[in-house]
């Protein structure tokens, strides 16, 4: 069997520098500030709190 390597996701890829500043990719959580909330098809959850924002169609 041929090995695939799988591409490891870290937290870099949540983040962006331009002109020397931070910026974060993800929406963080109202709740719990510093965590991240995660990307869901109609809903937004964070993993710490269950907060949950559900996506509406415009």
Not at 32 to 57: D, L, S
């Amino acid at each position: 069997m041929a090995d695939k390597k799988k591409e490891k996701k870290g937290v870099w890829t949540y983040y962006k520098i331009e002109d020397g500043k931070l910026h974060r990719l993800k929406k963080q959580s109202p709740k719990n500030p510093g965590a991240f909330m995660a990307e869901h098809k109609n809903r937004r959850v964070c993993g710490k709190t269950q907060y949950t924002e559900f996506k509406t169609k415009e």
